[in-house]
């Protein structure tokens, strides 16, 4: 697929229609109208956004010696993001058209609503983003607690906790995936933008002296996580931010983009954060979130290498970039290419007909591989009708179990791609599917 063609947008329509007709995500709240750019994710969804998310935290964590991970909570004191210049800096300028009353992102739109034309509209004001409430029956100034706008700062609050309980020394990392909040001005595009929404980010703790370097190392390492996993390299990019461009707490940050329907649009972040988190904790705590390195006997604050990414907006992107349409026998096949780690389901089990007979063998099929891999069971339709569903979800490898089955002990195995078929004996079955999964 070529880059123009990503581009187009029917694209988009298309993908969100078979995200809601296949069960991947459902607008939220849907039979009272729906809750404004709020999305639930349904069968196929919960398979695939866990799948990505087991994804980041087998290559961040599982496949590292220097990455521990944790689960901070949602529910935040003042302190936290005071801080962390949440309370005073994480806002977005918002402005008012005066002629239709649509709330708008100051920085973007070029000084017209987008909604009716209009230029008149109110002078810009900053709006913080976090969704703020109170812990406890009483709503007063001393209950307020936020809604966390990134998971970021629960590995910075558990800096020494973690650093005493797991010996780990820099250069090392903290990992956490976890849902986010943020009350965002304008929401849109689907899951791209919405208010809750899940991260999957990494602090690393590193040298001061190292930090460029692990920054470099980050960039790419991140990059070809999203290559790995199948995105089509002409449609992801790094964009380095301008040195105007940064955040208050950055020494270089740099952007992993894709390219959506509507233009290139940013799926993590990479910063380079220096000490700031550390020191500014430290300062306001009262507990020193340093490093004592025994060895030098010298106490210091590390620097911070940090990629942050959208579990949510990673998966539409996987989704819309495996959408593909072919020709097969004079028809339009619609078949989510997806690697086979993130696809809701690896292996579906196809008894040709509901006959007992092949019930009872196919289940027994079907309950090996469920060991391995997540199993659809199909019985209803036509084989071919029944290859299509699964190829439109994203389903690797089908397997067909007929009335030979029962004499020969053999299957089918069909592969989503080539969409070549082999006969197989039922008890290599399990073996060739991994061998064709992990142990490629
Ligand atoms: P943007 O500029 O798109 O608002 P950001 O630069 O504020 O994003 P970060 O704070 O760096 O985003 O968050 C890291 C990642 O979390 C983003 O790259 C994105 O994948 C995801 N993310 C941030 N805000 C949202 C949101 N409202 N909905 C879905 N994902 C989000």
Known sequence: MSAESSLDPARLDKVINLAKRRGFVFPSAEIYGGFRSTYDYGPLGVLMLRNVKNAWWRSMVQLRDDVVGIDAAILSPPAVWAASGHLATFTDPLVDCKQCNERLRADQIDGQCPKCGSRDLTEARAFNLMFKTHAGPVEDDGTVAYLRPETAQGMFTNFLNVLTTTRKKPPFGIAQVGKSFR???????????????????????????????????????RFRWYHDLGIDPNHIRIRHHDPEELSHYSAGTADVEFLFPWGWGELEGVANRTDYDLRA????????????????????????????????????????????????????????????????????????????????????????????????????????????????????????????????????????????????????????????????
């Open 183 to 221: 009350n965002e001005i304008t929401p849109g595009n689907f899951v791209f933008r919405t208010r809750e929404f899940e991260q999957m980010e990494l602090e690393f703790f590193v040298p001061p002296a190292e930090a460029a370097t692990w920054y470099d190392y980050w960039i790419n390492e």
């Open 281 to 440: 904790h430290s300062e306001a705590s009262g507990t020193k979130l340093e490093y004592y390195d025994q060895a030098s006997n010298e106490r210091w604050f590390p620097h911070v290498i940090e990629p942050a990414a959208g579990a949510t907006r990673a998966m539409m992107a996987f989704l819309l970039d495996a959408y593909h349409e072919d020709e097969v026998e004079g028809e339009t096949r619609s078949v989510l290419r997806l690697h086979w780690r993130l696809a809701p389901y690896q292996i579906a089990v196809l008894p040709l007909s509901k006959k007992p007979e092949l019930e009872e063998i196919s289940q027994r099929v079907r309950r090996a591989l469920a060991e391995h891999f997540m199993v659809d069971y199909d019985v209803t339709q036509s084989i071919g009708r029944r290859y299509r569903r699964q190829d439109e979800v994203g389903t690797p490898f089908c397997v067909t179990v007929d009335f030979d089955s029962l004499d020969d002990g053999a299957v089918t195995l069909r592969d989503r791609d080539t969409m070549e078929q082999v006969r197989i004996s039922i008890d290599a079955l399990v073996g060739e599917v991994l061998q064709r999964t992990y142990g490629r």
